[in-house]
């Protein structure tokens, strides 16, 4: 089991994860295919330094920021710190219990990433972006880079990349499903990021709890479902469209600068990529229906 640096790409970000104290890190099983090969080298977005021990002179941080709560207690929490951010994270399945702290300079764009070591067979290792800390990596990774983390499914059918966001239970799981039984490809069904990239829009898969190919596909088409007695479909324009975006994008409300990135974002997005409202009947049949209205806008 090595020590040596571990390269991720994730939306085409390179990550480069470094063991300051020589115990090898260890990653869950989703981010099996988000490994880098030597092209990581070229370019490093982001560093994270992580250390096999908790120390004590962080375990008290004192201004707060911003608190993410669950029913049984805390899940992670968000500090000033001399060097920009420190954040608490807790243990999902133990709320409350400290499971990392994290220092994040976003200037730098470098995490000090401190993790108690782990037993497995005969070797001590880390588990630095055990769960929920990579998603609030990833979250602080795309507000400082013209992209965006947001609740959604996303699918591609050869053709054009649709990508369905909202709430949890107002169909994005089921019109990926129904898309897939059609022969689209699922990008992901719960977390994209979204990028710019030379002018085009992309969207990406994310590491999840299981186990997935890295996935890449332009947008075409921003949908939100709600359901419905029928199949119903509105475009969105202007404000309206924003708004309606900008509900459903993973962010933290006590920064008005990431906020504002958000908002440019979605600004500049919205000009050349469709935004609809669709009422859902959840059949098959919806699939054709917003493809034939698909084709009036083209």
């Given amino acids: 089991m090595s020590s040596a640096p571990i390269y991720l790409t994730i939306a085409d970000f390179i990550l480069q994860l470094n063991s300051v104290d020589g115990h090898p890190i260890k990653l869950d099983s989703g981010f099996a295919h988000f490994y880098a090969g030597k092209e990581a080298l070229q370019k490093i977005d982001l560093t994270l330094n992580c250390f096999s021990m908790i120390p004590d002179n962080l375990k008290n941080p004192v201004v707060s920021l911003y608190k993410a709560n669950v029913a049984d207690g805390k899940l992670w929490e ?17 709320p409350g219990i400290l499971q990392q702290i994290a220092l994040y300079d976003e200037h730098k764009q470098i995490w000090q990433i401190y993790s108690e070591k782990t037993q497995i067979n005969n070797d001590e290792v880390i588990f630095p972006l055990k769960y929920p800390l990579a998603p609030l990596v990833m ?37 990926a499903k129904l898309w897939n039984e059609k022969a689209s490809m699922v990008v992901n069904d719960d977390r994209l990021i979204l990028r710019k990239i030379k002018g085009v829009y992309w969207m990406f898969n994310t590491p999840m709890d299981y186990t997935d190919d890295y996935k890449k596909t332009p947008v075409d088409h921003i949908y939100f479902p709600y359901h419905h007695s029928e199949n119903k ?9 924003i708004a309606q975006m900008m509900a459903f994008c993973i962010q933290h409300g006590y920064s008005s600068e990431n906020m504002s990135a958000h908002f440019d974002f979605i600004a500049a997005l919205s000009q050349k990529i469709p935004l609809s409202k669709i009422g859902v009947v959840p059949t098959l049949e919806v699939v054709d229906f917003i493809k034939e209205q698909d084709a009036k806008l083209d």
């Fill in 78 to 94: 968000i500090f000033k710190h001399d060097v920009g951010l420190q954040l608490m994270v807790y243990d999902p399945d133990n």
């Fill in 139 to 175: 979250y602080y990774l795309t507000v400082k880079n013209d992209a965006i983390m947001i609740h959604a499914s996303g699918i591609y059918d050869g053709k054009k990349g649709r990508i369905f966001s909202g709430f949890s239970g107002v169909g994005k799981s089921t019109m």
């Fill in 233 to 241: 479909y509105e475009r969105l324009k202007g404000v309206q469209a």
